[in-house]
């Protein structure tokens, strides 16, 4: 069974040149610190520095999001540009040479080079969606799911978590939001995480339970829990609180039932639905700091692209700057 889990994510705002600075050496200390070998933080440095000098070239300003994703064995730093501009043609902003900046045109060909995982998304008019993962060692594994968890501007730390455990074709998903913010919120979110992570394969309205009574007497929160079988073609969701559930597919997008309540102050009902879970299917879920007013037929193509692409591109139009933010996207179901 891999578990895996994420380093706190950095999100740095570049909106002059000096800035592009700061990203390329918080980059390398997040490789540095996860013991990946100068060779390979320095390709995480590199790719910084050119997203970094995109957003300020093509666009004049948005953000750079920086996690390490790691189950305890492979670990991959994951960078992602997001930016509100014109858009862009991606195909053609893939050839070396290709410039709209008087630049050598070289810097997206050269991300697409160095990494792991790449890939972009862009709607004229809307803004565009770069994600580039590099692994620590040849061979690593490279998760197929996409996550964004970031504070509140004017917090340290996130009041809500995620966790993902995978076993065989089977997956198990936490999104945990604990009440408030800062320190109080996220030792709360993190109680629950330790409890789904004794046992993520149980069915999720046991989950709940066990949550609950590890998080009694504390702050409290609301969370969800999916299992997810590609053998079986279903998904088993359980959840307390404002978290938001959905499974995508070809013919349309179903909501998922959370109840009323707070684990650790007042659990009024736990109960396991299931729903169908068909080839080419997703699970998508979130917190509170995400609006749930998305259509996914909102994005053309968008359904197609990695997981990290969705969660990144319902983060940038859908979050709300007064809350702390997470989603998680599952990896498309073969």
């Known amino acids: 069974m891999r578990t895996w889990l994420s380093s706190p994510q950095s999100r740095l705002r570049v909106e002059d040149p000096s800035q592009v600075g700061e990203c390329r050496r918080t980059a390398l200390r997040l490789a540095e610190s996860h013991g990946l070998a100068a060779p390979v933080a320095g390709r995480v440095a590199i790719v910084a520095t050119e997203l970094g000098n995109n957003l300020i070239r093509h666009v004049g300003h948005g953000e750079l999001l920086l996690q390490a994703l790691s189950d305890g064995t492979d670990v991959s730093i994951e960078l992602i540009a997001i930016d509100r501009g014109p858009g862009m043609d991606v195909a053609a902003c893939l050839r070396d040479g290709h410039s709209t900046a008087g630049t050598a045109g070289t810097g997206l060909g050269a991300i697409f080079r160095l990494s792991t995982l790449f890939d972009v998304y862009s709607l004229?008019?809307?803004?565009?969606?770069?994600?580039?993962?590099?692994?620590?060692?040849?061979?690593?594994?490279?998760?197929?799911?996409?996550?964004?968890?970031?504070?509140?501007?004017?917090?340290?730390?996130?009041?809500?978590?995620?966790?993902?455990?995978?076993?065989?074709?089977?997956?198990?998903?936490?999104?945990?939001?604990?009440?408030g913010h800062g320190a109080l919120a996220a030792t709360a979110s993190r109680a629950a995480a330790v409890a789904f992570g004794e046992r993520p394969f149980?069915?999720?309205?046991?989950?709940m339970?066990?949550?609950?009574?590890?998080?009694?007497?504390?702050r409290g929160a609301a969370a969800a829990c999916a299992t997810v079988n590609s053998t079986d073609e279903r998904v088993i969701y359980s959840g307390v609180g404002n978290i938001s559930g959905?499974?995508?597919?070809?013919?349309?997008?179903?909501?998922?039932?959370?109840?009323?309540?707070?684990?650790?102050?007042?659990?009024?009902?736990?109960?396991?639905?299931?729903?169908?879970?068909?080839?080419?299917?997703?699970?998508?879920?979130?917190?509170d700091g995400i609006s749930a007013r998305w259509s996914i037929d909102s994005?053309?193509?968008?359904?197609?692209?990695?997981?990290?692409?969705?969660?990144?591109?319902?983060?940038?139009?859908?979050?709300?700057?007064?809350?702390?933010?997470?989603?998680?996207?599952?990896?498309?179901?073969?």
């Open 124 to 179: 004229a008019g809307r803004g565009t969606v770069v994600v580039s993962r590099i692994a620590d060692k040849a061979g690593a594994a490279s998760p197929q799911f996409g996550a964004v968890c970031l504070a509140v501007a004017g917090e340290i730390e996130c009041g809500d978590t995620w966790r993902i455990a995978e076993h065989g074709d089977a997956m198990a998903i936490l999104v945990a939001d604990g009440l």
């Open 202 to 207: 149980d069915p999720p309205s046991e989950t």
């Open 209 to 218: 339970l066990r949550m609950h009574g590890a998080l009694s007497g504390g």
């Open 246 to 287: 959905r499974v995508l597919s070809a013919e349309r997008s179903r909501g998922m039932v959370s109840h009323n309540g707070t684990l650790g102050v007042q659990l009024l009902r736990r109960q396991d639905f299931q729903y169908d879970y068909p080839a080419a299917s997703r699970v998508v879920m979130h917190s």
């Open 299 to 334: 994005y053309p193509g968008l359904a197609g692209h990695h997981a990290a692409v969705i969660a990144a591109v319902l983060y940038r139009d859908h979050g709300r700057d007064r809350d702390d933010v997470t989603i998680v996207v599952s990896g498309s179901r073969p």
